[in-house]
């Protein structure tokens, strides 16, 4: 991989940095009557933020968790490829759903929609771009980063579980955070560029909420 170690301190810096963030996203919430998306988008952004100055004035620069400006674009590129395989790779999957007469595996990765129009096009921009984005930051450039000292099976594992718990599932097995988890994990290790998970996990939560929408 060619994104550099993350050290001890950084990831530290950056957990605290997530608490601290979503603690007083819940304050927030807990006493004032916003609404939750765009009190989390706001919450997203400043994590973002708080994890590039953190890598950037503390560790070994942006190139440490596979971003830099000349790959932006060979990422996106790659991260469409890869879109394509997985989107390809679920659809036959569901195919074989239904053939095994298994009633609407589409319920599999359905999420709940808000209500109305503004509701559902701030989860487009709230849960399809600005969350994925700042979730790839932390999850594969930092925490894949600082697991892959002891090996690509420990650093893909454990940071698709810590992905999977930091999401909140009420039951059943996460199909949906377990295989993306892994794919992004996957993806960020064969390309050594964060762009490349962003992207699939951005078009993979488009394409979720899509579905979601019309089914």
């Not at 994925?132 to 099976?153: K, Q, S, T």
Request: aromatic letters at 8%.
């Amino acid at each position: 991989m060619a994104a550099k170690t993350i050290e001890t301190k950084i990831l530290f810096l950056s957990l605290a940095a997530v608490l601290t963030t979503e603690v007083a996203a819940r304050l927030v919430l807990s006493k004032a009557a916003y609404s939750s998306l765009p009190v989390l988008g706001v919450a997203r952004v400043v994590e973002i933020i708080l994890f590039l100055l953190i890598v950037s004035s503390r560790g070994k620069g942006i190139s440490s968790i596979g971003l830099s400006r000349d790959r932006t674009v060979a990422g996106l590129k790659r991260g469409l490829i890869w879109s394509a395989v997985f989107g390809l790779c679920a659809f036959l999957g569901f195919v074989v759903l239904y053939a095994a007469h298994i009633k609407d595996p589409l319920r599999l990765i359905k999420t709940h929609l808000p209500p109305g129009t503004h509701g559902i096009v701030l989860l487009f921009v709230v849960g399809g771009l600005v969350s994925p984005i700042a979730e790839e930051v932390f999850f594969r450039g930092i925490l894949y980063g600082f697991l892959r000292r002891w090996g690509v099976l420990v650093a893909l594992v454990g940071s698709t579980v810590i992905f999977v718990l930091a999401h909140a599932i009420i039951s059943g097995i996460p199909l949906t955070q377990v295989a993306g988890g892994l794919v992004f994990a996957a993806a960020y290790e064969v390309e050594g560029n964060l762009m490349v998970p962003i992207t699939i996990h951005v078009l993979g939560n488009m394409a979720i909420f899509s579905l979601s929408l019309v089914s």
